[in-house]
């Protein structure tokens, strides 16, 4: 599969836009900028809410919805995917008039099925009527193989085969830094959980080489149609599943993976990260330079458009405008 044809793939779900009751789909034109909503906020239920209706964005009605978090782990947030965010997320989802909705990961290294235990997960399934996929329980047909031309994976890598087919894909991560070689863990990293476990020794193995690289060329088998980021608490050092924290009370939600990250390694500078992050300007990380190489996102900060509600926000938006800039 070539990149012309993993592009034509990854758009097949972005379509019709529509309004619901709640006013948390709206309808709306093909942006010329990476638009990223900005709330601020330590209420995740309401930042999702607020944060989703600022972003509009392609409504979830009559789809069906799978939702990709950030379960490498059962650490508290932003350790993982805080259970009030996802709850919240499945909730507005549902209500916007889903067909389904469908929650999948893979852990690693702790078993995936006793990181969802030990997060409750399978009960808030029940509770809420999802359905929930363990990707290391995957059968070997469960998985979709993708060796793209320029890739730095030995032999090409493979995706959960729910991901890569899903007609409505929602990734929602956290805000961190990432201790082994990742530098840090937003929504182009998320990535690495779609992927199966036998190939984290080949990741891992490239941290002083090409691991930045081939973290985002993980993203050319997908693309979400929306992106929820959770940024009420950071790890400004360490990570992914424990570190250093700070309160940073913000929630993201974007359609451009490059642009989600980039005004998210905006707020870790704002915070103060560790040197990783602060001595690289924004758009000269790797994630993001092979991101912006395969045509994943936006190639420059001038072309990503932060918005938000109240005063607050936009106060803060503004800040982070600036350090966009400034890289």
């Known amino acids: 599969m070539n990149r012309r044809e993993f592009l034509k793939t990854s758009a097949s779900g972005a379509a019709a836009f529509s309004t619901t009751r709640m006013g948390l789909w709206p309808a709306q034109e093909a942006a010329k900028t990476a638009k990223v909503a900005l709330v601020k906020t330590s209420d995740r239920a309401k930042g999702v809410e607020d944060v989703l209706r600022l972003l509009g964005g392609p409504s979830p009605k009559g789809k069906k919805v799978f939702i990709k978090p950030?379960?490498?782990?059962?650490d508290p947030a932003p350790g993982s995917t805080h259970n009030d965010t996802l709850?919240?997320?499945?909730?507005?989802?549902?209500?916007?008039?889903a067909a389904g909705v469908t929650v999948g990961d893979r852990s690693g290294p702790p078993k995936t099925a006793q990181v969802l235990a030990d997060k409750g997960i399978p009960a808030m399934a029940k509770e809420l009527g999802f359905d929930l996929v363990n990707f290391e329980e995957l059968p070997a047909d469960g998985?979709?193989?993708?060796?793209?031309?320029?890739n730095h994976w030995a032999g090409g890598f493979d995706v959960a085969k729910p991901v890569v087919e899903a007609e409505y894909l929602v990734a929602t991560c956290c805000l961190k830094t990432h201790g082994f070689g990742g530098i840090y863990t937003m929504s182009?990293?998320?990535?690495?959980g779609t992927t199966p476990k036998s190939l984290m020794r080949e990741l891992h193995g490239?941290?002083?080489t090409h691991m930045r690289r081939m973290i985002a060329e993980i993203n050319l088998a997908f693309k979400?149609?929306?992106?929820?980021?959770d940024g009420v608490e950071a790890f400004v050092d360490g990570g992914p599943s424990t570190g250093k924290k700070a309160d940073a009370g913000v929630f993201l939600a974007g359609t451009d993976r490059v642009a989600v990250d980039?005004?998210?390694?905006?707020v870790l500078k704002d915070l103060g990260a560790n040197e990783a992050v602060m001595s690289k300007k924004i758009f000269e990380q790797e994630q993001i330079q092979r991101a912006v190489e395969l045509g994943l996102g936006v190639d420059t900060p001038g072309h990503i458009d932060i918005v938000a509600g109240d005063a607050a926000a936009k106060a803060y938006a503004e800040k982070l405008r600036v350090l966009l800039a400034k890289g």
């Open 206 to 208: 490239a941290r002083e």
């Open 143 to 150: 998985w979709v193989h993708f060796n793209p031309p320029g």
């Open 70 to 74: 950030n379960f490498n782990t059962a």
């Open 188 to 192: 182009l990293k998320l990535a690495v």
């Open 87 to 97: 709850r919240r997320l499945v909730e507005l989802i549902k209500s916007g008039g």
């Open 224 to 229: 979400p149609q929306i992106i929820v980021l």
């Open 262 to 266: 980039a005004v998210g390694l905006a």
